[in-house]
């Protein structure tokens, strides 16, 4: 056996041990969840009979395109909530103005594109048009059906349903629920980000009459469908932990999976359910072993919250900066805060589903966006907040550096080839079993996923279910090996603008001792 063989076969049994580590701690969660929900709702009764204060928690939503979604949302989060529950949770929307400077800069480009590239322009617009409506860009797909001398007629159609789409905030005229008192705020400028809208409410809440140690704000995003456990499991939390500085709720990608039932859509399936997988096998278990102040392994010293269902204690958020707006990512950063500290995130012990994108392209810029966001992470020790930074040791600050560096960046973008390349020489060197170890990992994670996932989510027939898992497995196969496509291409394109920044920079003149100045 050649040394080249050895090192296939070494490499195969780590990339084995691995997928079974993740495999098996994912077909362990459920236990985990049944028995966790039990603790906490006894710990948490306990010390409420003692005397411990209930906390606040503002649930609040970021809006933006979302008309569709938040109705659903907002129905099922008063579905969830009980009378004993609407004293301790508050309720706020949050909408922007961007929304509608989005539909008059998109009505502008498909003026200017919709003319002679029928093959680069449905692909290039429809992301942004499944953010506004998924009906919308199913219309734009079939303007191409028709003969050219049509297509601007309906165009004139398409143009004028998106200038006349409603808008999330006229959604907050209308809505009545049980036990939920919704409160609005419109972010009146088109500026900024996520954080942005999240600090105008940040702000809000800063001028109520609140105690910071008792008070938590909640993001929830309205493309999200909570358990009807949600907020009586973060509340049992709060409690049972002492009012902890953070928590966790956790969400996997399959709120429309049922639109995943074809082989048009595999790729889109197989991303769902290894985003989801990941979710199950990865994400929840490592906050499951930062929940405690002694954190057990160098890796989990480093942990990063998530967008959807991240939960701060008031007083942290405040001295912490609230949420910075400089980055895409938000939420990875504000973990990063919460490492430096030490302090834990808490895992809530219920499973959410939220949507995933319906289409191969939808779901490269998705990872894309994600990808740039974590490209800033060598810039973190500069983003700190003062009081962060005082707290943190600069031996600490390194490490966890070092460790977001190889986990977010060099993983994420180049951990896919390493897998290529062992089938690639497995297949080269006469060793074409190797091949059985990613298609193994993608048949046990459609399984485990299916498993979790309730019926209204998924076929609900035997039948149905046994076509369409050899779909989903040939598309989580595919999305394993090719799930770097985004992280690579936001990597490219931000080379690419330095390059370009540098070589503006280098052919301006610069102005010398003694020469003349135009």
């Keep these: 056996m050649s040394w080249i063989q050895i090192f296939l076969l070494c490499g195969s049994i780590g990339l084995g041990i691995r997928y079974a580590f993740i495999l098996s701690r994912a077909a362990w969660l459920p236990n985990w969840i049944v028995a966790s929900q039990s603790k906490n709702a006894f710990l948490c009764d306990s010390k409420i009979a003692s005397g411990a204060a ?3 928690v503002y649930v609040v939503i970021p809006a933006l395109n979302e008309y569709d979604s938040l109705p659903r949302t907002l129905k099922a989060l008063a579905g969830s909530m009980s009378e004993d529950l609407s004293t301790c949770f508050r309720f706020v929307v949050v909408t922007t103005e961007k929304e509608r400077e989005q539909r008059v800069n998109l009505v502008a480009e498909l003026r200017n594109k919709m003319v002679d590239e029928p093959s680069v322009f449905p692909i290039a617009m429809k992301r942004r048009l499944e953010q506004i409506s998924r009906g919308l860009s199913r219309m734009v797909d079939e303007i191409y ?31 009545s629920l049980p036990y939920i008192d919704v409160r609005w705020i ?30 938590y704000f909640l993001c929830y995003n309205a493309d999200t469908l909570p358990s009807s456990k949600s907020l009586q499991e973060l509340q049992n939390v709060l409690v049972a932990k002492d ?3 953070s928590a966790q709720l956790m969400a996997v990608s399959m709120l429309n999976f049922k639109e995943f039932s074809n082989f048009g859509s595999a790729y889109a399936a197989g991303a769902a359910i290894y985003q989801s997988r990941w979710a199950l096998g990865y994400e ?31 007083d942290f958020l405040m001295e912490s900066g609230g949420f910075d707006e400089n980055t895409a990512l938000e939420d990875i950063f504000q973990g990063f805060k919460l490492s430096c500290i030490g302090e834990p995130c808490h895992p809530v012990p219920v499973l959410e589903w939220t949507e995933s994108p319906s289409g191969v392209f939808s779901v490269i810029q998705q990872k894309k966006f994600w990808f740039s966001g974590m490209l800033d992470l060598p810039y973190y020790a500069s983003m700190l907040p003062i009081q962060i930074r005082r707290k943190t040791k600069n031996a600490r600050l390194f490490l966890l550096l070092f460790i977001g560096l190889y986990r977010e960046i060099v993983t994420w973008a180049f951990g896919p080839m390493l897998v290529c390349l062992l089938i690639l020489g497995g297949l080269l060197q006469g060793l074409p079993y190797l091949i059985a170890l990613p298609i193994l990992n993608a048949v046990i994670s459609v399984v485990l996923v299916l498993r979790v996932t309730p019926l209204k989510f998924r076929p609900e027939r035997p039948s149905d279910l046994l076509r369409f898992v050899p779909i989903y497995v040939v598309g989580t196969f595919i999305y394993s090996l090719t799930r770097n496509v985004g992280p690579l291409a936001a990597l490219s394109q931000r080379l690419l603008r330095r390059s370009n920044n540098a070589k503006a920079s280098a052919s301006i003149p610069q102005n010398r001792p003694g020469s003349a100045r135009a």
Excluded at 159 to 174: D, G, Q, R, V
Excluded at 188 to 206: F, K
Aim: glycine fraction near 4%.
């Design 54 to 56: 209930r906390p606040l």
């Design 145 to 175: 059906a028709h003969p050219a001398a049509k297509r601007e007629s309906r165009l004139d159609k398409v143009c004028s349903l998106i200038e006349n789409w409603p808008y999330t905030w006229s959604l907050m005229k209308e809505i």
């Design 186 to 215: 419109h972010q009146v400028s088109s500026d900024g980000n996520m954080a942005t809208q999240l600090n105008v409410v940040v702000e809000e809440i800063a001028k109520s009459e609140i105690t910071p140690e008792e008070t």
């Design 243 to 245: 009012h902890p500085i």
């Design 284 to 314: 929840f278990s490592m906050l499951m072993t930062t929940n405690e102040r002694r954190f057990p392994s160098l890796q989990s010293k480093y942990h990063y919250c998530r967008g959807h269902g991240m939960v701060f204690r008031f």
